[in-house]
């Protein structure tokens, strides 16, 4: 099993920004792509970013240019920079990581709200 605790959600006006730090724990070692999935009230879950274990990463269109993904391997952990932030960027931030057998792993979710 493997445990996503993330951090870094709250409430920023538009324009502004915020960092999203999610720490995995447990059986990290087979994980090989890590990131972050967003939900909005009525809406699906969306694509945020993920990163794979080669440092390739991959973002959703509404978020490309101003959201950034990263890591630091040493304390296993995944970061989001969201710089830029909308007013549609609210919604519930879930940290996920996934193996090579494609078994994936949800954090609690973290909320962000951007005021106009």
């Known amino acids: 099993q493997v445990q996503l605790l993330e951090s870094g959600g709250g409430l920023v006006q538009a324009g502004g920004s915020l960092r999203l730090s999610c720490a995995a724990s447990?059986?990290?070692?087979?994980?090989?792509?890590m990131g972050w999935y967003r939900q909005a009230p009525g809406k699906q879950r969306e694509l945020v970013a993920l990163?794979?274990?080669?440092?390739?990463?991959n973002y959703g269109d509404s978020v490309k240019g101003r959201f950034t993904i990263s890591r630091d391997n040493a304390k296993n952990t995944v970061y989001l920079q969201m710089n830029g932030l909308k007013p549609e960027d609210t919604a519930v931030y879930y940290c996920?990581?996934?193996?090579?057998?494609?078994?994936?792993?949800w954090g609690q979710g973290t909320q962000v709200t951007v005021s106009s």
């Open positions: 996920y990581a996934r193996n090579p057998l494609l078994v994936g792993f």
């Open positions: 990163i794979i274990s080669g440092g390739s990463t």
């Open positions: 447990g059986s990290i070692a087979s994980i090989n792509v």
